[in-house]
């Protein structure tokens, strides 16, 4: 995810489904994403502290922090445990997604499967579990660093 136009496509996604849910992308939140998408997309918290104090040098880490927890509320950035880092992933509400962590070189791929979410929920059930997530992480290599590519 790079360039002007993606990014300002995102934004405008962004700030559309915090009006749905009665909620507002602040400069802060905003700037945050920005960062985020400015990175490809995926960064570490630590990044993003760096990149943002670079245009607010008192940027406390807990303005981060509470930024990215409102945009993972509003299901626009999801965290990869794999490798804690933040993903902006805007496009998709309530699916269940598979996280595929490259542990090379730390790439994610996402993959959402219906059939996958199904199974996990009945598994859930029959264990009496109370599922509170929607991801699913599994590591390995990808395409290119497989050498498959
Ligand atoms: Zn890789």
Known sequence: MTGIRATNSFLRRADARCALHGHRLTPQRRQVLVLLLSRGGRDTAYQLLEDMRAVRTNAA?????????????????????????????????????????????????????????????????????????????IRGLCESCSGAG
């Open 61 to 137: 880490p807990s303005n981060i922090y509470r930024a990215l927890h409102f945009l993972m509320e509003q299901g626009l950035v999801r965290r990869v445990a794999t490798t804690s880092t933040f993903m902006a992933c805007g496009d998709v509400v309530g699916q269940h997604e598979v996280f595929m962590v490259c542990k090379r070189c730390g790439s994610v791929s996402v993959v959402h499967d219906e059939a996958l979410r199904r199974t996990l929920e009945g598994a859930a059930r029959t264990a009496h579990f109370v599922v509170d997530g929607q991801e699913t992480e």
